[in-house]
């Protein structure tokens, strides 16, 4: 049985979001699976609305962070600034300190302003000034970007695009749902009016559990068949490491309970393959054209050719 709360979450943001309800489930899925959510798509079709919703649902510390190419990693982590009072140095935290971050346009800040994120995503604290800090739980960033072939940005680097648990796209509405957009304009009315439906605590709780959900040693073995694939395609320049097929399995853990079920099923697997994988593999097309969408063609024809444990 479907938990309550994971239907209180999605209802309260499918109140504002009126797109394809899966992209919320996939959201769902990088929050209990303790990643992060890479939402990549063109400008207009609701990548900041998802993330404010997603914010504004659970009732926790949320900033948002408008990357920018003059953006620097102290305005990401924070400073120590000089007390004249008491002649010492003291922390000011940056906007990393929260447990729903939004990082806005990452790909149009710098590179370097781009790693300042690397070790709060990977491990959950930061270090400045030689001092490392625990971030508190949950802790979850939600970065959007535009296609990178559009003007003023960065392409992000493979080291920083594998701290992302699932990579999504939103696509544009069908006619029901943009006519609904256009007549009720819920990020402007009723976004702001969104309130918690679950706290900070309950969603660590959550995360907790995740990783009893049962894997059976077939469904382990279809994992790293779909692995191995990808690591001997001849299309594929890179294929998925070992930290990708964990983020499979977390992502897989996490789907099932989201869906009520203590056990996973190849379905689960099929279903988050191309979210998890397709931003960690490098197709040789990709190297000499640019088409990011060949990965996500040949990771199809691999789900295809991998046969489905019974």
């Excluded at 990977?122 to 508190?136: C, G």
């Excluded at 697997?269 to 979210?275: E, G, H, Q, S, Y």
């Amino acid at each position: 049985m479907v938990d309550a709360r994971f239907e209180r979450l999605r209802a309260n943001i499918g109140s504002v979001f009126f797109g394809n309800p899966q992209v919320i489930d996939h959201l769902l899925t990088g929050l209990l699976g303790r990643g992060h959510v890479l939402i990549e798509d063109v400008p207009g079709v609701g990548k900041t609305v998802l993330a404010r919703a997603l914010a504004r649902s659970i009732d926790c510390k949320f900033s948002r962070i408008q990357l920018t190419p003059d953006l620097l990693p102290s305005d990401v982590l924070g400073v120590s600034v000089l007390n004249p009072t008491t002649q010492t140095f003291e922390f000011k935290p940056g906007p990393v300190f929260a447990n729903i971050v939004l990082a806005d346009e990452i790909n149009r800040t710098t590179p370097r302003t781009q790693s300042a994120l690397l070790e709060a995503m990977s491990e959950e604290q930061i270090t400045v000034d030689s001092q490392t800090i625990p971030l508190r739980r949950p802790f979850m960033v939600v970065a959007t970007q535009n296609p990178f072939e559009f003007e003023g940005t960065y392409y992000l680097p493979e080291n920083q695009l594998d701290r992302f648990l699932l990579r999504i796209t939103l696509g544009y509405p069908n006619r029901a749902a943009e006519q609904r957009i256009l007549t009720l304009q819920p990020a402007r009315t009723r976004l702001e009016e969104l309130q918690p439906v679950i706290t900070g605590q309950e969603v660590a709780d959550l995360q907790d559990q995740v990783p009893q959900v049962k894997l059976d040693a077939g469904i382990a073995g279809f994992i790293l068949d779909i692995v191995e694939a990808t690591r001997c395609a001849e299309q594929l320049h890179l294929g998925v490491s070992p930290r990708g097929a964990l983020a499979l399995t977390s992502a897989c853990q996490a789907w099932a309970m989201l869906h009520g079920r203590n056990y996973v099923i190849p379905d689960d697997v099929k279903a988050l393959t191309i979210p998890v994988f397709a931003h960690r593999v490098i197709s040789k097309t990709y190297l000499h054209n640019g088409d990011t969408h060949s990965t996500v063609r040949i990771l199809q024809q691999i789900l295809e050719q991998t046969p489905v444990p019974s």
